[in-house]
């Protein structure tokens, strides 16, 4: 049964939704945060919690797990080292979601 299971969807599809989401992960650990819409950070927000428990831990499940979703050889190093580390003692809660009001030109909740 799947009460109380929320998903958050787009509407472009099922490739290009995981695609806009490996995109929108990839900038977020390269920049440290990013400006979008309300609905495409909480579907963000989720992803990164659950890849930072994986980068707490540095092993080789782990490894091929980050890298099957980033998808970039180059960021791995930097996602146990910069990310995994300082956070390591933390038990969740690892990104937040700063509201910034509407945007000016589409009204979008940012």
């Known amino acids: 049964m799947r009460h109380r299971i929320k998903k958050i969807k787009f509407k472009s ?36 919690e659950k890849l930072v428990e994986k980068m707490k831990v540095k092993n080789e499940a782990n490894k091929n797990k980050l890298l099957s979703v980033v998808g970039d050889e180059r ?5 146990f080292e910069d990310i995994g580390k300082p956070l390591k003692e933390r038990v969740g809660g690892y990104v937040k979601i700063v509201r910034l009001g509407a945007r000016q030109s589409d009204s979008a909740e940012v």
Do not use: D, E, S, Y
């Open 13 to 48: 599809g099922r490739g290009a939704n995981k695609m806009m989401t490996r995109k929108l992960i990839v900038n977020f650990i390269r920049q440290g945060k990013i400006t979008t819409t309300l609905k495409r950070v909480k579907i963000l927000k989720a992803q990164i």
């Open 75 to 79: 960021l791995i190093p930097k996602m």
